[in-house]
Antibody, heavy 118, light 113 residues
Framework: EVHLVESGGGLVQPGGSMRLSCAASGFTFSGTWMSWIRQAPGKGLEWVAHIKEDGSVQRYVDSVKGRFTISRDNAKASVYLEMNSLRAEDTAFYYC???????????WGQGTLVTVSS | DIVLTQSPDSLAVSLGERATINCKSSLSVWRTSNNLNYLAWYQQKAGQPPKLLIYWASARESGVPDRFSGSGSETDFTLTISSLQAEDVAVYYCQQYYYIPIVFGQGTRLEIK
């Protein structure tokens, strides 16, 4: 069974940093793109970033470019999101998701809440 | 950036009746080289992550009941629930994966009338 488990969320001050992790199991992790998608409380879904199977390609939504970095460790079947210069508008549930071939998402974690507040 | 606009924003339908949700894209998401529309639909129930229902605009994900169907091409798409069940109460999102950034519609809240 496919399983994605996010961790690392919590409360951080504006301007601070945080690293999210997503541990995967139940599938060939090294054979799939992975993504981070966020959802502000009570709001809609926003794609944040994705990374190719071998880590050679990363893409980001404009609002996080230069501040967030997606990475992966295929040996550990994990994907990460390093977040710097955090802003109040980054407050959201952050989900990791498995890319189905083409770019839809057929598996999601339960999400981890990041709250940016002083 | 591409924009996906869903309609309506909210919808109340009686049990057993048909529910229809529309998604209009500001740009075509149809790739001529493979004749595929890069459009997916998700269901999100309260307190849960989204669940993939439909991909390539009309392909039903494994395990999704056949009362869910997707249709449309290029810029206009529809998610249809043929006979609404109580467990279908949720927010539904469309998503395009043709362009970067990947974009979701704003969501449609479906309730029981």
């Amino acid at each position: 069974e496919v399983h994605l488990v996010e961790s690392g969320g919590g409360l951080v001050q504006p301007g601070g940093s945080m690293r999210l992790s997503c541990a995967a199991s139940g599938f060939t992790f090294s054979g799939t793109w992975m993504s981070w998608i966020r959802q502000a409380p009570g709001k809609g879904l926003e794609w944040v970033a994705h990374i190719k199977e071998d880590g050679s390609v990363q893409r980001y939504v404009d609002s996080v470019k230069g501040r967030f970095t997606i990475s992966r460790d295929n040996a550990k079947a994990s994907v990460y999101l390093e977040m710097n210069s955090l802003r109040a508008e980054d407050t959201a549930f952050y989900y990791c998701a498995r890319d189905k071939v083409g770019g839809s998402y057929d598996a999601w974690g339960q999400g981890t809440l990041v709250t940016v507040s002083s | 950036d591409i924009v996906l606009t869903q309609s309506p924003d909210s919808l109340a339908v009686s049990l057993g009746e048909r529910a229809t949700i529309n998604c209009k894209s500001s740009l075509s998401v149809w790739r001529t080289s493979n004749n595929l529309n890069y459009l997916a639909w998700y269901q999100q129930k309260a307190g849960q992550p989204p669940k993939l229902l439909i991909y390539w605009a009309s392909a039903r994900e494994s395990g999704v009941p056949d009362r869910f169907s997707g249709s449309g091409s290029e810029t206009d798409f529809t998610l249809t629930i043929s006979s609404l069940q109580a467990e279908d109460v949720a927010v539904y999102y469309c998503q395009q994966y043709y362009y970067i950034p990947i974009v979701f519609g704003q969501g449609t809240r479906l309730e029981i009338k």
